[in-house]
């Protein structure tokens, strides 16, 4: 990663920030409107130069469209888990791939481990089959935030509503069915938080 200006480094982490606490990436007018820029091209050129120095991606064609990317050159290493298996903690070593060199920091609050993502029922928020979901371990959500719970001996990554014993799982596809867990009759957990998403560097 190369060096970012003082400039850069408020505008990469208030990207970082904004993914955390909604869930999907800022528009160029949330930008102009957090650092009081006149004009979206000013946060685009920022995006740009963002973009040359490899922290983000952007993608064409969407107002929402950018994407964390993995920094190879950190020191550190977060365990990136694959396809877990029923009944096993997530962090057990048999679900951990590899670890991939990038700061835990990255991300606010911190990432504790990747897990690959598996279909598109997150597409909607620009959480593709493939990509590296970046998660703080809790057992806490609020409402509208995006998880991984494991219901039964499944784990899924969806948008947490509760309301009393039951809770809903959203997915951000309308392909897809919304989950309904009844806590008095099915087991229930939250494994941690959606905090960003990874595209590897190509």
Same mark, same amino acid.
């Given at each position: 990663m190369q060096q &970012? =200006? @003082?400039r850069q480094k408020e505008i990469f982490s208030m990207i970082q920030s904004h993914i955390a606490t909604t869930g999907f990436p800022p528009t160029r007018t949330d930008i102009c409107e957090y650092f009081g820029f006149k004009s979206p091209t !000013? !946060? %685009?050129d920022h995006l740009k130069a963002l973009e040359k120095k490899? *922290?983000?991606e952007l993608i064409p064609g969407t107002s929402r469209g950018i994407r964390i990317v993995e920094d190879e050159d950190a020191e550190d290493g977060v365990p990136l888990v694959g396809r877990v298996a029923a009944g096993e903690p997530i962090m057990s070593d048999e679900n951990i791939e /590899?670890? #991939?060199?990038?700061?835990p920091d990255l991300f606010h609050p911190h990432a504790d481990y990747l897990l690959t993502v598996q279909g598109m029922s997150m597409q909607d928020v620009g959480i593709l089959d493939g990509d590296l979901?970046? #998660?703080? !371990? =809790?057992? /806490?959500a609020h409402t509208n935030q995006i998880v991984v !719970? @494991? *219901? %039964? %001996? /499944? #784990? =899924?990554v969806k948008r947490f509503k509760q309301r009393g014993n039951i809770v809903t799982l959203h997915p951000e596809n309308e392909d897809f069915d919304p989950i309904r867990v009844d806590l008095r009759e099915q087991e229930f957990s939250i494994e941690? #938080?959606? +905090?960003? +998403? &990874?595209? @590897?560097g190509h």
């Open positions: &970012l =200006t @003082r !000013a !946060a %685009d490899g *922290v983000i /590899e670890y #991939v060199t990038m700061s979901l970046a #998660v703080h !371990a =809790t057992q /806490e !719970a @494991r *219901v %039964d %001996d /499944e #784990v =899924t941690g #938080v959606y +905090v960003g +998403v &990874l595209r @590897r």
